[in-house]
T-cell receptor, first 115, second 114 residues
């Protein structure tokens, strides 16, 4: 079946512009996670959604970052007034639930470059 | 707070040789441990995971990992490496319970010499 998809695969933007990144999770997966992978570093947790519960935003680095999810479907991560330090690969993952035994399935990522 | 250390940034092995990638974690409670592989242009793929029970865990593609609580380690091993194993490998620890946020190490880049 279809895996997690993300769009765009690459995004180049100018400093100060807003960007939106999209994630389509695997159908039926109630949990959705966003991570950031900076060059030479591991993945950093940003935010996660579980069903209709309030999202856990504890990993968002600043108030310029926000994310939405409609029900158990598509999620968008928005970065306002982008800065050069926002350049990274943004990865989305989904899992059947947010329980620790459930595997997170990752998308291919969106590479964001802020000039 | 939980953390993961992968001390080797790059490792080069010859095809057919054995492989061990190191992972050390810091976590106050029972750790939930994972190894993921990331090939160029691909998303992360789960190799194996440990929650409890037998400390030697078998995964896909011939990989295994051993959980050693006394050493806070979860090293990944493969007896004979194939050229297609060249990729970046990430160790991760999960928070457990509801909301399985993963904390990842910085990764080990594996190069396989033919």
């Amino acid at each position: 079946g279809a895996g997690v998809s993300q769009s765009p695969s690459n995004k180049v933007t100018e400093k100060g512009k807003d960007v939106e990144l999209r994630c389509d999770p695997i159908s039926g997966h109630t949990a959705l996670y966003w991570y950031r992978q900076r060059l030479g570093q591991g993945l950093e947790f940003l935010i996660y959604f579980q069903g209709n519960s309030a999202p856990d935003k504890s990993g968002l680095p600043s108030d310029r970052f926000s994310a939405e999810r409609t029900g158990e479907s598509v999620s968008t991560l928005t970065i306002q007034r982008t800065q050069q330090e926002d350049s990274a690969v943004y990865l989305c993952a989904s899992s059947p639930s947010d329980w620790y035994t459930d595997t997170q399935y990752f998308g291919p990522g969106t590479r964001l470059t802020v000039l | 707070a939980q953390s993961v250390t992968q001390p080797d940034i790059h490792i080069t092995v010859s095809e057919g040789a054995s492989l061990e990638l190191r992972c050390n974690y810091s976590y106050g409670a029972t750790p939930y441990l994972f190894w993921y592989v990331q090939s160029p242009g691909q998303g992360l793929q789960l190799l194996l995971k440990y929650f409890s029970g037998d400390t030697l865990v078998q995964g896909i593609k011939g990989f295994e990992a051993e959980f050693k609580r006394s050493q806070s380690s979860f090293n990944l091993r493969k007896p004979s490496v194939h050229w297609s194993d060249a990729a970046e490998y990430f160790c991760a620890v999960g928070a457990g319970g509801g909301g399985n946020k993963l904390t990842f190490g910085t990764g080990t880049q594996l190069k396989v010499e033919l």
